[in-house]
């Protein structure tokens, strides 16, 4: 069974530049997320789909953050424009979701560490 | 707002010790908690979780939950050099997101 995908693995921008990050889940799996983590820190939940749907999206800064997962599959996570603050590994995770929600497991992608100069 | 604490670390054992990871949480509706751990530069992977008050064990890993005390464990034995990594601890209310702790460092030396 194939992991979660994500790419690029590494991206290096300037300030106020623009970027994008995509997101394959594991076939099947219903609830897709998009964590941040800071260096030394635990992941924290920027948004949550459940299929095409958003579920939350309270801790997404909107202002420059969006996030869209078309026809429930693939999920792509854009920042415009960037600040030094948003430096961070960003990781994308999927589950099955569904009744038994609260006890899938969730898997992880490799990331994307995005650097900010 | 919802907090996940845990001790930061690094804690170091001898190969061999038994390692104690320790979490408390805020939130008294939380209903499932959730161990992965990370090594630098990985993703997080799920070693175990846990929703009823009590032990579960699997292998050399112990997951201990008091939700009175709002507080989980997760207990190594038989520590090795391989399990040096950052452990974090996630809890989930039902319907809810995972909160994750900020993770503890385990450095387990040969």
């Known amino acids: 069974e194939a992991g979660v995908a994500q790419s690029p693995r590494y991206k290096i921008i300037e300030k106020r530049q623009s970027v994008a990050f995509w997101c394959n889940p594991i076939?099947?799996?219903?609830?897709l997320y998009w964590y941040q983590q800071i260096l030394g820190q635990g992941p924290k939940l920027l948004i949550q789909?459940?299929?095409?749907?958003?579920?939350?999206d309270s801790q997404l800064p909107k202002d420059r953050f969006s996030a869209e997962r078309l026809k429930g599959v693939d999920s792509t996570l854009k920042i415009q424009p960037a600040k030094l603050e948003d430096s961070a590994v960003y990781l994308c995770?999927?589950?099955?979701?569904?009744?038994?929600?609260?006890?899938?497991?969730?898997?992880f992608g490799p990331g994307t560490r995005l650097t900010v100069l | 707002q919802k907090e996940v604490e845990q001790n930061s670390g690094p804690l170091s054992v001898p190969e061999g010790a038994i390692a104690s990871l320790n979490c408390t949480y805020s939130?008294?509706?939380?209903?499932?908690f959730f161990w992965y751990r990370q090594y630098s530069g990985k993703s997080p992977e799920l070693i175990m979780f846990?929703?009823?008050?009590g032990d579960k064990e699997d292998g050399r890993f112990t997951a201990q939950l008091n939700k009175a005390s709002q507080y989980v464990s997760l207990l190594i034995r038989d520590s090795q050099p391989s399990d040096s990594a950052t452990y974090l601890c996630?809890?989930?209310?039902?319907?809810?997101?995972?909160?994750f702790g900020p993770g503890t460092r385990l450095s387990v030396l040969p």
């Open positions: 995770a999927s589950s099955l979701g569904g009744l038994a929600g609260d006890y899938n497991e969730q898997f």
């Open positions: 076939s099947g799996h219903a609830t």
């Open positions: 789909f459940q299929n095409n749907g958003v579920v939350d």
């Open positions: 939130d008294r509706g939380s209903q499932s």
């Open positions: 846990i929703y009823s008050n």
């Open positions: 996630a809890v989930k209310g039902y319907g809810q997101n995972f909160v």
